[in-house]
Every structure is written in C-alpha cells, then in structure tokens.
C-alpha cells in the first residue's frame, strides 16, 4: 500500500513538473516568435522604404528617442521624469539645428495635429512629450539662456506645464530632481554622440539596463526609424509594430520600455518633420 501511493505521488509530482516544463518552453517560445514578427514585419517595410536620409529634423527625432528609450528603461521612471529626460534631448538638439527651422507654429499646436493610437497604452508618453515641446517653442525664454540651451529653464517650465495639466502624481514632482535630470540628459547625450543610436541601445543591453528581448524588439524598430524617407510608412509600420507588442506576452516593464519609445519615435517623426517644413 505504501509502495502504491509512493509511485502515484512520484507521478503527479513529475506531471507537475512536465506541466511546469511545457509552460516554460511554450513562454519561450511565444518571446521567440515576437521578435521574429517584428523582424519580419520590418524587413517588409525595410525593402519599400530604404535609403537613410541624414536630415536635421531626424538627429532631433533621435536625440529624442535615444533618451526616452534610456530613460523608460530605469526601474523607477515615470511620464514625467522620460518627458523631462527625453524632450530635454531633442530641444536640445533642435536648438542646434535652428539655421534650417521652417515651419514652426506660433499657437505651439503641432502635437494636436498627430493621431494618437488608442490601443497603445503608453500613447501618452509619446502625447505629453511633445505637448511639452509645444510648450517651450512658443517661448524660448522657457528653455533658453541667451542663445543657449538651458536645461534649468526647460526642466521648471515644463514640470509648471505638466503640473497644470495633471500629470503623473505629486511624488513624482518632489522625487526628480533638477540634479538628476541633469545628469540624464548629459548622459543619453554623450552615450549618443559616442556610440549612435543602435550602438547606444546595444550598450544598454550590455550593461543591463534593458533585457535581451526589448533589445532584439527595438534593433530592427531603430534601424527603421534611422533609414525611413516616408513619414506616412514609418508611422503605418509603426502602428503595426505596437499592435504587435500590445497583444504579446512580454513582461510588463518590458512593454512600457518598447511601447512608449514607439510611441514618442512616432509622433517625434511626425512632430520634427512638420516643424522643419518637411511633412
């Protein structure tokens, strides 16, 4: 008897453990499949749209995106802290390119002029990130120190605009510090400038900030972004690309990483190109 109920023990134990042992792999192999449709969703757009295309507005964009990503990626990121980190980058970088600026809206409305995607839950990154370069557009005294970028003016002036509009919590606000965006944002800029931006996110993986699989998502995606000359399929590939993720089984720090760099890449190509008289 005893001898019975030994072997019926050891049975359910190894039934479990195959259970265990097949929902592993089966995981797996869900994560495995994700970056192979994102591969080959992008290699579709990649032989339709290639040719990179070194513009002004797209070293905005990337600044942009090379920051959010860098950002997003830290445990304790928020709305606010990748908005002051990220778009810090970018009007960085566009005050440096002000000799081909074209087309700038004095109402600072060019963010209302970029569909959002619904079904992105990270959307928003991407909408108050830009909402918060309207802000500061309209008004150079909000970012400038003469002819110089100043990172002091734009951090307070855009935590007064994205306090007014309720973003993100009151801890937020008192848990990011002038200091630490300052160092953020002198650090994705000289990571940037050093490796570019592909080079930029293999060091993050490298060094652990991001995971192998948000790495192996967001190469292709960069890659994109970088030789893209039609903004209208960047923005349709990028749609597809965040349809993809939103229904995958990556964790959920993961997601935010990948969906809220799609979506500020998003509305950053779209945003750069309107502002440059390019779209």
Known sequence: MKTKLITVICAIFTIIACTK????????????SIVDQMTKLSERFFINDFGKKDTDWKKVAIADVAAGAGESADPSSTVLSVTLVAAAASVK????QQSTLTNIDPNGSTTGQIDPNQTNPYDSYGYWHYSSIDNVLVNPERYLNGEDFDNEQFYEATKEFLSDNNVGDYSDY???SLDEANEKLMF????????????????????????ELVYEILKPYYKIL???NNIQEFVDYSLQ????????ILERKDKQIVLSTMATARYGMQYWSKEFGEY
């Open 226 to 228: 970088e030789n893209s």
């Open 21 to 32: 042992d097949n929902e592993i792999n089966e995981e797996v192999q869900q994560k495995e």
């Open 174 to 176: 008192e848990n990011f």
């Open 241 to 248: 690309a965040e349809e993809l993720i939103v229904n995958s």
């Open 188 to 211: 994705s800029s000289d990571l940037l400038e050093t490796y570019g931006l592909l080079g930029g996110l293999e060091y993050k993986f490298e060094k652990g900030f991001i995971t």
């Open 93 to 96: 970088e566009y005050n440096s």
